[in-house]
Each structure stands twice: as C-alpha cells, then as structure tokens.
C-alpha cells in the first residue's frame, strides 16, 4: 500500500480512448447546461464556510456580544458547537433519504430546513432560542451536504467529474468570503481605503449601530439554500440512482441528452448506426458510461452484497475504504486549522492583533487567499493526483505549523513585534498548504472510492466523524489555546507528522478512471474484470434484443 500505486490491469480505462478532446464545457451548450445545474449544488458547501466565518465574525462584534451577554470560553464552544450537534442527529436518516426519494429532493429537503433556521436565527431574542436556530441549521445541512455531493460526482462528464466534485468542499471558501463581506463597519472599524472592493464598500461601509449588525449576516447565510428551494427539483437527477430503481429509459435519456448533445437515437437504432459504421464518438461514451453502470449495480448486489451498514466493514477492500475516509475525516478537522476556521480573534488577540477591523481585514483577506489555492488544486487533481497533492499538504502544514509555533513562543515571551507579523505569514502559508488538498479532495476522494450502494451511507460516516470532530475542536480550542498559548501548537505539530505518516502508507491514486473502475483499486483486480465483462455482456444482449426487433420489423 505504501507505493499508492493502482493495479496494472487497471492503469487506464478505456473510456480514455472515447472521448472528444475538442468537446470542452466552453464550446458546447449541453455541457455548459448540465455544469450550471451541478454549480446550483455545489454552492451547498458555501453554507457550511458562510457559518465558520460568521461565528468568526460575530466574535468581533460587540453587538452580537453584549446581546448574548458576553459569553464565557465554555458556552462560546457550545455555541460554535451545536450546529454539529443538530447535524448528528440528522445522520442517522440522510442516507435513507438519499437513497431512498433521490439526490435532487433530498437537498430540497436539507435547504428547505436550512431557510427556516435562519429565519429563525435572524429573528433570535434569546440565547435558546439562536441556540436552537443553529441546531436545526445543522439538521438541515445534513441532508443537504449529503445529497448534494453524490449528484455532482453522478452527474458530471467524465473529465470533468474529478474537478466539479473537488470544487464542491473548495467552495466552503466562497460562503466565508461572502459571509466577511457581510460585516458591517462602523466608524471605529472603518477598512482601509486600499482594501475596500465593491463588495466591501457594498456590504461594510454603511453603519448600523444596532442588533443588526449581527441579524445581517444570519440573514444572508440562507442566500443559498432560497436559491435551491426554487431550482433543485428542476435539475437532472443522477443516472446511477436512476438505473438502481429500475427506471433506465429516464438514465439513459438524461446521459444521452447532456453527455452525448441528445442523441438518443442511436440507443433505439444502434444496429442501423453498426451496420453503416458511423456510429459518433460522444454516443460511444454514453453507450460506455450506461452498461459500466448497470454492471457495477449488478456487481455490487450479486457478488460484493454492497448492501445495508454492515457491508461497510465486510469485505478487505470495503474495510480499507473505511479506514481512509475515517482517517481524512478526522484529519480534515485536526490539522489545526480549527483554530483559523473558528477561533481567528483570539489568536490575533495573542499575537497582539486586538483591533477588530484588522481582525475582520485578516479573515476577509485568509478567506480569499484560501480560496484561490483551492480551486488551483481543484483544476489540477486529474494531472497533479489524489496522493501527491496529500503528502505535499500534510508535509507543508507540518512545517509551516511548527514555524508559527516557533514565532508565537518568540512573540509570548520576548514581545517581538515582528515575530507576531511572522505568525500571520505563516498562517497565510499553512491555510494555503491546507487547500491543496484537504479543501478539494476529502469529499471527491470520499464519494469517488465508494460504490454506488454504500456512497450514500460512507459519505455519512464521513460527515458524521466530521462533526464529532468539530464538537471536540470547538470545546476543547478555545480552552486550551487560552490554558496553554502557543504550546497548544506543539500538539498539532505531532499530530501532522503523524498524518503525513498515515497518508504515505495509505493513500492511493484514483486519477483517470470512470467512477465505477475505482472499485479495482480496493477490490482487486477480478472486480473491474467482473465489471468489464458485465458491461460487455449487457451490450451483447442490447444488440441481439436489437436485432430481434430489427429482423422482425424488416419481416413485417
């Protein structure tokens, strides 16, 4: 396992060879239709990075403070926390509703939630009662957050599946950004002048000297999720869910109509195009992706029996999945950036950084920079690989981790100004480090290496250790960050190597195949055969039921 390094029967699928180099999602409307429909799901994620920020944010307002009367190191982790308290008890029935009535109107369902609890958040009187808004907010997501992936990475074209599904958890930046630009200033907290875009002065230079200075921002954490309630439902469902309930004519109608610019007529014809053998290279990719489909659903039933909880940990190859989605989760949330994510201001506050317009600059500015290192990663996965852009993660946030230690014990105990202007440099430095991979791949890497019939149910454990993580982040930071100062970092140095360690012996490379073809890297090399030959055979009997028809309709 240490090689990370794929079969060989199994280095390059021959979808490959199908596809038209010249058809990008620039120059053809069918594409261009179906990626605006997967950026409607995408920006689910944003909610989650709107609501990091916002607690960020709110933190720095004394607005939001005085109202919830200036909470305590104890119940200010509680009030970053219960949002992933309310979203643990919506895993229990995500999958179900995944699985269960479809991507689409699951992720109706989750925004729909969503819109409620910040209507109630906005509307909040009382510390129970915001308490109880973020709980449902958490609730909601869950649904959302667990639908909403799946689709992108069942819907997407070929060579562009790796890139969509990574922009989807690279999107948590977008939501922070917006979530920055919310904040009003007021006259002690005006923005330098050179830092101020439209955005900042649309959003920021207008004084608002009440509650809803705070009440704003909550507001418009629910921009996204009013967006999917009035859309979603319109948008394609996913083929593979399609053909897992029987229904192929709709599967095949929805690839054949976005993959293949609506060329059905070959899958009722396809005789006639072989006989005259100009049957199109784009029908070709569709004819490939349907029957992969079918017989990796029929593999997955009859000879893996991918079904219920329990197959997660039946098999070697389902049992090492787990232990790598497991592993990420926890490393997604225990990299120390829980610390930036969540508790920005009481860093900058011991560093010495205590004006709150600064602290807003900071954030506003880490958000971007974050997010632009993000999408690069995300535009690169297919050439640069899964495995590489790991180990370069974990390896440069161990270092740039233990460099901000070394300047935050400089800072704590000789006062070194420029030391604390170190600190953020290297903030700057490991957020980048952290985007390369951990923004972009969790969830692709996630939902890509989990067969059809256990990807809703794996993508739930993943988001369900998740949130267990970010409970224990969000009590135990804040605490031991004000107990033990830049020693708490020393911990999270440790743990990096460690990751770095896991992540070499583990990770394996999935780049350059079909969704269903990863199942080789973890099953062995007898399942992509098992899957080949199905397929084949699917495509053998299509042409004889074809020819049938054909030879009874010419005898007619």
């Known amino acids: 396992m240490g090689s990370g390094a794929p079969p060989a029967a199994v280095q390059a699928t021959s979808l490959a060879y199908l596809i038209d180099p010249t058809r990008k999602w620039y120059n053809n409307r069918r594409l261009i239709t179906l990626n605006a429909w997967i950026v409607l799901l995408l920006i689910t994620s944003s909610t989650t990075g709107y609501d990091g920020s916002m607690m960020n944010g709110l933190q720095s307002l004394t607005q939001w403070e005085s109202t919830f009367n200036y909470p305590s190191a104890g119940n200010l982790g509680l009030l970053n926390a219960i949002q992933n308290i309310g979203a643990l008890a919506g895993y229990p029935f995500a999958p179900y509703l995944s699985d269960g009535v479809g991507r689409r109107r699951a992720v109706w369902f989750g925004a729909a939630i969503m819109c409620i609890a910040t209507a109630l958040q906005t509307a909040t009187q009382s510390v129970g009662m915001f308490i109880g808004a973020r709980f449902l907010i958490g609730f909601g997501n869950t649904f959302a957050a667990n639908a909403a992936p799946m689709l992108v990475t069942e819907l997407s074209y070929p060579t562009y599946r790796a890139p969509l599904t990574s922009l989807y958890n690279s999107l948590w930046y977008s939501g922070a950004i917006m979530c920055v630009y919310s904040f009003p200033t007021f006259d002690e907290y005006q923005l330098p002048a050179t830092f101020v875009s439209a955005a900042w002065t649309t959003f920021g230079s207008f004084r608002i000297n009440d509650t809803w200075a705070w009440r704003l921002p909550s507001l418009l954490q629910g921009v996204p999720s009013v967006i999917q309630v009035l859309l979603v439902l319109f948008a394609p469902e996913s083929p593979r869910w399609l053909v897992s309930k029987g229904r192929e004519a709709e599967a095949l109608r929805m690839l054949a109509y976005y993959h293949a610019d609506g060329n059905e007529y070959v899958f009722t014809h396809k005789l006639r195009y072989r006989r005259t053998k100009i049957l199109p290279a784009k029908t070709l990719v569709v004819q490939f992706e349907f029957s992969e489909i079918k017989a990796a659903l029929e593999f ?13 940990i039946a098999t070697p190859g389902n049992r090492k999945r787990m232990r790598i989605i497991i592993a990420i989760a926890f490393f997604s949330q225990w990299s120390g950036n829980g610390l930036l994510s969540y508790y920005l201001s009481k860093v900058l506050n011991q560093i010495g950084i205590t004006n709150a317009s600064t602290q807003l600059l900071i954030n506003g500015v880490l958000q971007i920079w974050s997010f632009i290192w993000a999408l690069y990663s995300s535009y690169t996965v297919n050439s640069l690989g899964r495995r590489f852009l790991f180990l370069a993660s974990a390896g440069l946030m161990m270092l740039f981790y233990m460099a901000q230690a070394i300047c935050f014990a400089e800072y704590a105990q000789h006062g070194t100004a420029a030391a604390g202007h170190a600190v953020i440099a290297f903030i700057f430095l490991f957020s980048s480090a952290y ?3 951990f923004s972009p791949l969790v969830i692709s890497y996630t939902v890509e290496i989990l067969p059809f019939n256990l990807r809703a149910k794996g993508l739930c454990i993943f988001n369900f250790v998740v949130s267990l993580a970010l409970i224990f982040n969000q009590y135990v930071n804040p ?9 708490y970092y020393l911990v999270y140095v440790c743990w990096l190597a460690c990751e770095f360690v896991f992540l070499w012996f583990f990770i394996v490379e999935t780049k ?24 084949a055979a699917h495509d053998v009997h299509e042409d004889v039921s074809l020819e049938k028809r054909s030879t009874g309709q010419e005898n007619a």
């Open 479 to 487: 605490i031991a960050l004000a107990a033990l100062g830049w020693k």
């Open 300 to 312: 997955d039933r009859t000879v893996a029996a991918n079904i219920g909880w329990k197959s997660l």
């Open 435 to 437: 985007a390369l991979a």
């Open 512 to 535: 350059d195949r079909t969704l269903e073809e990863t199942a080789a890297l973890f099953d062995g090399e007898d399942a992509i055969n098992q899957i080949t030959h199905r397929a």
